[in-house]
């Protein structure tokens, strides 16, 4: 489990650097150059990442901890919140009506990711990812949001291209559950009746 938590503190700290302490963040900068510093901000992202997926693992391989909390009903609701973090991940970075009324659309997509996956993981290694990467998220839109200052919502592109971002979404969305058995080893939902 130690190194599943060093994994998600090293996610947030790096995340969460130039967000807390953007003069700290424009010293390294300066005295490092963008390329290096942009080079290190990706090498402790990847390391963050193989530390989750590796300690992930590790906890799993080390036995079943136990249930924290029922999650029976859960299942309807989980599946729900994650077509909206999946659409709101496809809006983040387009000018769309929905980000003239989310202002951090991925990070509340991560926040709805987490949120949908606690709902239906209820062991200690889930809380301690999910519940992380829940946090972090929280803490990434606060921060954010008192860096920028007063918002602005973006001009609003086409409905069609709006439409269509939703569209590719929902497929994203469909291949995500067919093929979240193969890189999880947990189906997402009972497909049987497909074949």
């Known amino acids: 489990m ?3 938590i060093f994994g998600v503190l090293l996610w947030a700290v790096v995340h969460l650097f130039p967000i807390f302490l953007p003069t700290a963040r424009a010293g ?3 005295r490092m150059g963008e390329g290096p510093y942009k080079g290190l901000f990706a090498l402790l992202i990847i390391l963050s990442l193989v530390l989750i997926v590796f300690g992930w693992r590790v906890a799993g391989e080390a036995g079943y901890i136990g249930d924290v909390y029922d999650e029976d009903w859960t299942r309807h609701l989980t599946h729900l ?3 909206f973090s999946i659409i709101l991940f496809g809006v983040a970075k387009a000018p769309t009506r929905i980000r003239r009324f989310i202002r ?7 926040a709805l990711w987490a949120i949908a996956h606690l709902l239906v993981n209820n062991d200690q290694r889930s809380l301690v ?6 946090l972090w998220s929280v803490v990434s839109i606060i921060g ?11 001009e609003v592109g086409s409905w069609g291209r709006e439409i ?3 569209l590719i979404s929902v497929v994203v969305y469909a291949v995500l559950i067919v093929a979240h058995p193969y890189f999880t080893g947990m189906e997402a939902m009972d497909l049987s009746f497909l074949w």
Do not use: E, H, K
């Open 104 to 110: 951090n659309p991925m990070l509340t997509g991560m």
């Open 2 to 4: 130690t190194m599943l």
């Open 129 to 134: 990812l999910f519940g992380g990467m829940l």
């Open 164 to 166: 269509r971002i939703i």
């Open 144 to 154: 954010t949001n008192r860096r920028d200052g007063a918002y602005v919502p973006p």
């Open 28 to 30: 390294l900068l300066g």
């Open 81 to 83: 919140l994650m077509l």
